[in-house]
């Protein structure tokens, strides 16, 4: 991560005060932008989650000074409700499932999809265009093509089912999209056809960075293509498979907009996400200070997540090269 | 290293059922777009004009009557992406050219080096969107920013700038420096140093940012959905906005989604090499 920092304009022994303005000039747009747009909405939102301010509730300032003169009552209320929102704690688990079975389903399928796009053949270059091209889709448009595929009465999978109906001779139906279980697989779907791409794109950049002696000398030893995976392979792409997994968990534990457009968090709330469950919250209840109450949540769980994976990781890799 | 044919077998195979994957809802969504009504609720039909009679309708309908509409939300995307990808290159090509090239101590602000500050910046891009629902609510409208092209811009710029930070100080750190000194020992002040000579050799560079930025906000559906309700409604939303009007027009809306898809997929696919480059840079190195 760290490169080689080099600080020319202290070498080139330029005028220091001028040279001190410039590093700032360099640095400081972006700092403010991210103080102005995050921290300081962050903080505010913090502030918010213990109040219980709600959208066209008239301030309690008539009722006493409050919190520091503010004119606002503290209260922790917020996180208590929490404790025992069944709705919430279903969201919770919903995203969970969601960032588990996608992130699974993406890195064992973008190893293999890079592992071949690895090799030598007639084509390559044009299947890496094709793999790539789910990964451009807006997520809403991808969500509907995913709909439209997994309605089982318009798309292929009508002829596919009536098939497997008549070979096994039982009826077999699936209810994407209209049972709980399966419409949360039918998402995990959709977003893992968008994002193995992601996958692949990664690991065969990092396959391509492991030096071909290495091979040729386990070759020469007489280890086998699968030991070779096993042995090599894997262990040195372990690092990058873990930034890699960290980055999508992370992004799948924003999900919102594929749900949006497939199930609508339905059948009841079998596949609302956190973030969904939130915008409800603030959009159409109008319910700020609980709406930020959960967003925090979202990030406890969130860092939560980063921390406990990369321990894992971190240990498995500590292991793999002793 | 030699494949048998049992390997070639496999090997096609694989990559034939994927690209089949890959590209079928394309082919889906293309197809759907040119059937009747009936065509789609009478089961699945596949070829054009072998087992149902292809129609232009539903493109006519959306290029001639929903043409205004459609460009208001074309125009309405590319704004937000466009003044949003701007801001990012300048304010991400800067901030990274500062942690490549200079050495910062905030001996007052948590002793923080370039190590941290780098750290910290990356981590922006990873805060869950939601954490910003509440504020930016009352933000925005405090601001008379809601439904407006620079609340939008505004919006998606924080979470690209952490992400055009990160790609460029990685191109900057590999940059050779010796052009930059002669440049200075030339008399000439860092910022044209900066403008003249590093950021024309960046153009790697700055393409992968400006593609990231451009994709992220052309496809960006909760901010989008939060932060606008009519003027400046941006095809995410106006797509997803489909679902509720007269039951699920599947011709209609594929053609709508095949209109707001193909330019971002064109140029993913002809700058492809730049969006590798972008996501190893800092990943794969760890």
């Given at each position: 991560m760290a490169g080689p920092q080099s600080t020319v304009p202290e070498a080139a022994g330029t005028d220091r005060a001028h040279e001190r303005s410039f590093k700032r000039i360099f640095l400081l747009p972006a700092v403010f932008y991210l103080l102005l747009l995050s921290v300081f909405p962050t903080v505010w939102s913090l502030g918010i989650s213990f109040t219980d301010s709600q959208r066209g509730a008239r301030t309690t300032s008539e009722e006493s000074a409050g919190f520091l003169g503010t004119g606002v009552q503290l209260t922790a209320r917020n996180y208590v409700r929490m404790l025992s929102d069944q709705r919430l704690h279903t969201a919770a688990l919903n995203t969970i499932v969601f960032v588990v079975g996608g992130v699974l389903l993406q890195y064992g399928l973008g190893f293999l999809l890079a592992l071949v796009l690895h090799q030598q053949f007639v084509g390559r270059n044009l299947a890496r265009v094709i793999f790539l091209m789910p990964m451009m889709v807006t997520p809403v448009a991808a969500a509907y093509m995913g709909r439209m595929l997994f309605d089982t009465r318009i798309s292929p999978q009508a002829h596919l089912q009536r098939l497997l109906s008549s070979l096994t001779g039982t009826e077999i139906s699936i209810p994407w999209l209209s049972e709980g279980t399966w419409a949360t697989a039918a998402i995990i779907l959709i977003d893992s056809w968008q994002w193995i791409p992601f996958m692949t794109l990664l690991l065969l950049a990092g396959m391509q960075g492991i030096p071909e002696e290495i091979y040729e000398a386990a070759r020469t030893d007489g280890a086998t293509a699968f030991q070779i995976l096993r042995q090599i392979t894997f262990p040195i792409l372990l690092p990058l498979s873990i930034t890699a997994i960290l980055i999508r968990g992370l992004e799948i534990f924003k999900i919102i907009d594929v749900i949006v457009v497939t199930t609508g968090g339905g059948p009841g709330s079998a596949t609302e996400s956190l973030t969904m469950y939130l915008f409800d919250t603030a959009l159409?209840?109008?319910?700020y200070s609980y709406a930020a109450a959960i967003s925090f949540a979202l990030l406890l769980l969130v860092i939560l997540f980063a921390t406990l994976f990369l321990t894992l990781g971190r240990r498995i890799a500590g292991q793999n090269s002793q | 290293m030699r494949q048998t044919p049992w390997q070639r077998a496999l090997l096609y195979t694989v990559v034939v059922v994927w690209s089949f994957v890959c590209l079928f809802p394309f082919y889906w969504l293309a197809t759907t777009s040119l059937k009747t009504p009936l065509a789609v609720s009478r089961g699945p039909r596949y070829l054009p004009t072998v087992d149902y009679q292809p129609t232009g309708e539903h493109w006519q309908y959306l290029l001639n009557d929903q043409r205004d509409s459609l460009l208001r939300h074309f125009r309405n995307s590319l704004i937000a992406a466009t003044g949003s990808t701007l801001l990012a290159l300048v304010l991400g090509s800067m901030g990274g050219y500062g942690l490549a090239r200079y050495r910062y101590h905030w001996r007052h602000l948590l002793n923080w080096r370039n190590h941290d500050i780098s750290f910290w910046i990356i981590s922006q891009r990873f805060l869950p969107p939601a954490l910003f629902v509440v504020p930016f609510l009352l933000l925005f409208s405090q601001l008379n920013l809601v439904d407006t092209h620079l609340g939008l811009i505004l919006a998606y710029t924080l979470f690209n700038i952490p992400f055009a930070v990160w790609i460029m100080r990685d191109f900057f750190v590999n940059l050779p420096i010796d052009l930059e000194e002669s440049a200075l020992v030339d008399g000439a002040t860092a910022w044209q140093t900066f403008v003249r000579i590093v950021l024309p050799l960046s153009t790697p560079g700055l393409v992968s940012v400006a593609i990231f930025s451009f994709v992220f906000s052309w496809n960006e559906f909760l901010y989008a959905l939060m932060l606008?309700?009519?003027?400046?409604?941006t095809l995410p939303v106006l797509i997803a906005g489909q679902n509720n009007t007269r039951g699920i027009q599947w011709w209609y809306i594929s053609a709508l989604t095949l209109a707001a898809v193909t330019p971002v997929v064109l140029i993913g696919l002809a700058l492809e090499r730049y969006i590798t480059r972008g996501l190893t840079a800092g990943a794969v190195k760890g």
């Amino acid at each position: 991560m760290a490169g080689p920092q080099s600080t020319v304009p202290e070498a080139a022994g330029t005028d220091r005060a001028h040279e001190r303005s410039f590093k700032r000039i360099f640095l400081l747009p972006a700092v403010f932008y991210l103080l102005l747009l995050s921290v300081f909405p962050t903080v505010w939102s913090l502030g918010i989650s213990f109040t219980d301010s709600q959208r066209g509730a008239r301030t309690t300032s008539e009722e006493s000074a409050g919190f520091l003169g503010t004119g606002v009552q503290l209260t922790a209320r917020n996180y208590v409700r929490m404790l025992s929102d069944q709705r919430l704690h279903t969201a919770a688990l919903n995203t969970i499932v969601f960032v588990v079975g996608g992130v699974l389903l993406q890195y064992g399928l973008g190893f293999l999809l890079a592992l071949v796009l690895h090799q030598q053949f007639v084509g390559r270059n044009l299947a890496r265009v094709i793999f790539l091209m789910p990964m451009m889709v807006t997520p809403v448009a991808a969500a509907y093509m995913g709909r439209m595929l997994f309605d089982t009465r318009i798309s292929p999978q009508a002829h596919l089912q009536r098939l497997l109906s008549s070979l096994t001779g039982t009826e077999i139906s699936i209810p994407w999209l209209s049972e709980g279980t399966w419409a949360t697989a039918a998402i995990i779907l959709i977003d893992s056809w968008q994002w193995i791409p992601f996958m692949t794109l990664l690991l065969l950049a990092g396959m391509q960075g492991i030096p071909e002696e290495i091979y040729e000398a386990a070759r020469t030893d007489g280890a086998t293509a699968f030991q070779i995976l096993r042995q090599i392979t894997f262990p040195i792409l372990l690092p990058l498979s873990i930034t890699a997994i960290l980055i999508r968990g992370l992004e799948i534990f924003k999900i919102i907009d594929v749900i949006v457009v497939t199930t609508g968090g339905g059948p009841g709330s079998a596949t609302e996400s956190l973030t969904m469950y939130l915008f409800d919250t603030a959009l159409t209840f109008g319910n700020y200070s609980y709406a930020a109450a959960i967003s925090f949540a979202l990030l406890l769980l969130v860092i939560l997540f980063a921390t406990l994976f990369l321990t894992l990781g971190r240990r498995i890799a500590g292991q793999n090269s002793q | 290293m030699r494949q048998t044919p049992w390997q070639r077998a496999l090997l096609y195979t694989v990559v034939v059922v994927w690209s089949f994957v890959c590209l079928f809802p394309f082919y889906w969504l293309a197809t759907t777009s040119l059937k009747t009504p009936l065509a789609v609720s009478r089961g699945p039909r596949y070829l054009p004009t072998v087992d149902y009679q292809p129609t232009g309708e539903h493109w006519q309908y959306l290029l001639n009557d929903q043409r205004d509409s459609l460009l208001r939300h074309f125009r309405n995307s590319l704004i937000a992406a466009t003044g949003s990808t701007l801001l990012a290159l300048v304010l991400g090509s800067m901030g990274g050219y500062g942690l490549a090239r200079y050495r910062y101590h905030w001996r007052h602000l948590l002793n923080w080096r370039n190590h941290d500050i780098s750290f910290w910046i990356i981590s922006q891009r990873f805060l869950p969107p939601a954490l910003f629902v509440v504020p930016f609510l009352l933000l925005f409208s405090q601001l008379n920013l809601v439904d407006t092209h620079l609340g939008l811009i505004l919006a998606y710029t924080l979470f690209n700038i952490p992400f055009a930070v990160w790609i460029m100080r990685d191109f900057f750190v590999n940059l050779p420096i010796d052009l930059e000194e002669s440049a200075l020992v030339d008399g000439a002040t860092a910022w044209q140093t900066f403008v003249r000579i590093v950021l024309p050799l960046s153009t790697p560079g700055l393409v992968s940012v400006a593609i990231f930025s451009f994709v992220f906000s052309w496809n960006e559906f909760l901010y989008a959905l939060m932060l606008t309700n009519y003027e400046a409604i941006t095809l995410p939303v106006l797509i997803a906005g489909q679902n509720n009007t007269r039951g699920i027009q599947w011709w209609y809306i594929s053609a709508l989604t095949l209109a707001a898809v193909t330019p971002v997929v064109l140029i993913g696919l002809a700058l492809e090499r730049y969006i590798t480059r972008g996501l190893t840079a800092g990943a794969v190195k760890g």
